[in-house]
């Protein structure tokens, strides 16, 4: 039986005693051990339909996730819509920032990567032999992209291994990530542990940008970027 609770601090990536590298990947990437095992299961039966997959990111920390929002709120990184449109930052509010980072980036204490049940996954072949950088966008994975097989294969087989797309389309919260996988098994408690009051606590003792107002409209925010992701079973549709 798969051991599902975390502790607090595992559950907020504040540790990562739940997590781990494994041998044949980079030793930055740390996921649980059923993950690693589904993942590797999931990689060989792509490889074996000419697909290759490989992992852009896994376990990521509070500290990691809190300097990537305060980077994106204080314009140092930029902010995108819904669509992947380039907003400029200073021409927005404290709340059309917040709402712009959380359309794409986790609020600290509550990102799906503190789990070490999710992961970014990406096909890295046209990326090595061009070298160029993967930008985890929508372009890669639709149509004519380098990711565009991998996201068909995904769509249909993800589930056979036990992820599901937790942002499989846009819902009003966060975008639609293709390349986001979660292990549904570890990740669906998860997601039932992470409370209102929980975050309140977190937020409250952080160096969060726009502390205040995250603050304010906790209740709200959770509910429209935390709570909403998609059902297992919702591989939505790649064009």
Known sequence: MLNAVLSVAELTGQQATHV????????????????????????????????ELALASAFRDFDRQLAIWNRKYYGHAP???????????????SAERVAAIMTWSALPGASRHHWGTDCDVYDPRWFSKHQQPLQ???AEYQSGGPCYDAALWLQQHAGDFGFHFPYAHYQGGVAAEPWHLSFTKLAEPCAAQLTTELLEQLITASELAAKDYVLAQLTELKQRYIDSACAPGDAGEVV
């Open 20 to 51: 781990s590298s494994h041998p044949q990947f980079a030793p930055a990437l740390r996921l649980r051990a059923p993950v690693w095992s589904a993942f590797i299961a999931m990689q060989t039966a792509a490889r074996a339909d000419a697909v």
């Open 136 to 138: 985890l966008v929508a």
């Open 79 to 93: 902010l995108y819509d819904e669509h992947g449109q380039l907003l400029l930052t200073e021409q927005l509010s």
